[in-house]
């Protein structure tokens, strides 16, 4: 018996010992020789700026079914466009949320983090912060506080997986350092954006000089949004940028330009393919032209009305449109296909109203970051606001002619010149007594298919003056939405951070203002 307890004891040490220095030949094994061991940050980055952009995920969610119809661009009689009706959808508040931390701000916190401090990366990092700035941008004006400082940074070596949420106070702070320093670091001299191939960069192809537009650009806006309640430090950031050089021409326009491919819904333009039946998009045809926007257009006689709207019928029977100027039809926000009976006893079909211009809606047309046009039209209200000096009606009629043109980027005609400088005429800038309201109309009319960038300044501006839905199972008491609310899953996996967000900011509803919302 003795002797048989020996050999198993032996045999398992003989096992041990070969199983001890066979280990790592095991490991090897199972390690795949033709995976990549690193990847150039330019593709990263690339990616990133496509995936910041959208997807048709949140492109559909966040930017058309609860931007655009609570800005009153679009209008839908389905439930499940829940802005129109101020109704909450969990899913579709948070979808922002869900795709962009997960997706290109942890992408483009990794850039940073692994390039900071190497001077012949530095266009690399710089281009990087720059876009985490402007999506976590987007996000905190989507929500409120949110996790800024800590933010895809869980595998950082910190194992950092419950961030903390910083303010929207601290983050508009956060968002000035970030960028004044990334835009300052731009280098001739470190390596291009380009990379070896000269085909990288998807925003700006390798331009310094424009990256440090958008920059600054970016700083202007982050600058008009905190003027109501840090005025002194918003007029700092903004003449500091304005001197810097901003966004100054259709071709510093920051407008991404989609390339087909076979990646997915991450090479189309998310906006279009929601809208569109190609590629996989299913075609959702119930989002219309809000009666707001184009009883605005018609009253102002506004050249860009049949280059928005593509006609009354069906988008995707040519057979059933009719593309009369004088026969397009809004519709109304807040309705049901039930109650629009109140307003349209007639009503039979949404075809009846018009539908948005399938021609600025191509797979392949460009996604709206920031543009020549809201830049003049900022320094428009600066000089109302006694910012900076110059004639508010030069700046103002510059950002109407620069909206008009950026129309071109789509491949659709643009008005004539006549026929913008009859509209300018009509507007009569220099003689109104409402020259703010007409500069936030203006930067409404500008921001049609970026709607989260609409919705923000008309939070933080008021206009143009919109008046409520008011849906009987609206969860607002009638009021236009202030902000998005969490996504749900925090409460329960970020329960300490979460807790502390709702104590300083206020309810998780869509009534709790921002920071800087102070508009009644």
């Known amino acids: 018996m003795k002797n048989t307890y020996k050999k198993i004891a032996l045999s398992a040490l003989a096992i041990f010992t070969l199983g001890s220095c066979d280990e790592q030949k095991l490991i090897d094994l199972n390690v795949n020789q033709n995976s990549p061991t690193s990847i150039d940050n330019r593709y990263i980055l690339d990616y990133s700026i496509l995936r910041v952009a959208g997807s048709r995920y949140e492109s559909w969610r966040t930017n058309l079914i609860y931007s655009s119809t609570m800005v009153q661009h679009n209008a839908s009689l389905q439930g499940y466009w829940s802005g129109d009706k101020y109704y909450y959808n969990p899913s579709y508040s948070a979808a922002y949320w869900e795709s962009h931390y997960t997706n290109p701000i942890k992408n483009l916190t990794n850039i940073v983090d692994q390039t900071a401090g190497i001077p012949e990366l530095a266009n690399i990092h710089a281009a990087a912060q720059i876009m985490r700035a402007f999506d976590l941008h987007r996000m905190t004006d989507l929500y409120g506080d949110v996790p800024y400082t800590q933010a895809g940074r869980g595998l950082d070596g910190q194992e950092n997986w419950f961030p903390a949420y910083d303010s929207q106070e601290n983050i508009y702070q956060f968002l000035v350092a970030d960028i004044k320093a990334a835009r300052d670091e731009f280098s001739d001299s470190a390596e291009s954006l380009q990379g070896s191939s000269n085909s990288q960069d998807v925003l700006f192809a390798g331009d310094n000089a424009k990256w440090k537009k958008f920059a600054n650009s970016l700083l202007m806006r982050i600058a008009m949004r905190m003027s109501e309640v840090d005025p002194a430090t918003a007029q700092s950031v903004f003449t500091e940028a304005l001197s810097n ?73 040519t ?62 209200e600066a000089v109302l606001k006694g910012w900076i000096s110059g004639d508010a009606e030069e700046f103002f009629n510059a950002g109407v002619r620069a909206a008009m043109e950026s129309w071109a980027l789509f491949g659709v005609a643009t008005p004539t010149a006549e026929e913008v400088d009859a509209y300018l005429v009509g507007l009569d800038f220099a003689n109104a007594g409402n020259q703010m309201e007409m500069i936030g109309e203006q930067y409404w009319a500008a921001t049609y298919l970026n709607h989260i ?46 807790k502390a967000a709702v104590e300083r900011q206020g309810p998780d509803l869509l009534t709790t203002p921002l920071w800087w919302d102070v508009k009644d």
Do not use: C
């Open 245 to 317: 050089g901003p966004i100054d021409g259709f071709d510093s326009n920051a407008f991404l330009k989609q390339a087909l491919g076979n990646g997915g819904d991450t090479n189309y333009n998310g906006t279009s393919l929601v809208f569109s039946n190609a590629a996989g998009g299913g075609g959702d045809t119930n989002g219309r032209v809000s009666k707001t926007f184009l009883d605005w257009m018609n009253e102002h006689n506004d050249p860009r009305k049949m280059i928005i709207v593509g006609g009354v019928g069906n988008p995707y029977d």
């Open 453 to 498: 960038e609409a919705w923000s300044n008309y939070r933080r501006s008021g206009y143009p003056a919109l008046t409520p839905t008011s849906d009987p199972n609206n969860v607002t008491n009638g009021t236009i939405p202030k902000r998005l609310r969490y996504f749900e899953g925090e409460a329960g996996a970020n329960p300490a951070n979460y």
């Open 319 to 380: 057979s059933t449109w009719n593309t009369d100027p004088e026969a397009q039809v809004g519709l109304p926000n807040g309705y049901t296909s039930v109650t629009i009976k109140d307003v349209n006893p007639d009503y039979s079909s949404v075809s009846e109203y018009s539908f948005v211009n399938p021609e600025i809606l191509d797979l392949d047309d460009p996604t709206p970051f920031i543009s020549h046009a809201e830049v003049e039209l900022m320094k428009a």
